[in-house]
């Protein structure tokens, strides 16, 4: 049973573009919901994350939006950039996080020049 | 800081073969975690450590055994390994919801 649905799986905007990519969730118990940027050959590295107290949260060009009663969240990738080009994963965990992450599985993103 | 690492960074082993892999965090944090990653299926829990001496299944344990002797050392073993166990394994630690990954150990398994 996927606990987290991430869509799309692979993803082409232009440079200077919107980027958006979608996940949602089955377990209301999930508390805390991250989103982790990958790039070939490396591990995942944290981007941004949020709390379903806050249904918005900036840093910089990226955005999480998120819909408690959906059980939806997003991230938003503002004037997107060729340094963009990754792999995203959504996550979500509960209880303080020592259980681990479960991890949506992924969307390939290809910012073209 | 190092961070997380993992030994080795790349292994092939042939069916039913052994091995172990390490990972080390330098972050004093409590808790570690074995993931494995495979193509279009994100990455999965496989065994974490909330502490030292202490172990928990994740969502796909078997195959695999794990040990937290000390704090800063997470050590995943395959006792005889199957094509299947292909992956990319990553180790990561954390002192809460922030997880933080190693580079990542690539594992063939002919």
């Known amino acids: 049973q996927q606990q987290v649905k991430q869509s799309p799986q692979s993803l082409i905007v232009q440079k200077g573009g919107i980027s958006i990519i979608n996940c949602a969730y089955e377990?209301?118990?999930?508390?805390?919901f991250p989103w982790y940027q990958q790039f070939p050959g490396k591990g995942p590295a944290l981007l941004i994350a949020i709390r379903p107290d806050v249904s918005e949260k900036k840093e910089g060009r990226f955005t999480i939006s998120f819909n408690k009663s959906a059980k939806q969240f997003s991230l938003h990738i503002m004037d997107s950039q060729p340094g963009d080009s990754a792999t995203y994963f959504c996550a979500a965990t509960s209880g303080g996080g020592a259980d681990g992450l479960t991890f949506g599985k992924g969307t390939h993103l290809i910012i073209q020049p | 800081n190092a961070g997380v690492t993992q030994t080795p960074k790349f292994r092939v082993l042939k069916t039913g073969q052994s091995m172990t892999l390490l990972c080390a965090q330098d972050m004093n944090h409590e808790y570690m975690y074995w993931y494995r990653q495979d193509p279009g299926m994100g990455l999965r829990l496989i065994h974490y450590s909330v502490g030292e001496g202490t172990t928990a299944k994740g969502e796909v344990p078997d195959g695999y055994n794990v040990s937290r002797l000390k704090k800063q050392n997470f050590l995943l073993g395959l006792e005889s390994a199957a094509p299947s166990q292909t992956s990319v394994y990553f180790c990561a630690s954390s002192y809460g919801v922030e997880q933080y990954f190693g580079p990542g150990t690539r594992l063939t398994v002919t």
């Open positions: 377990n209301t118990a999930f508390d805390y």
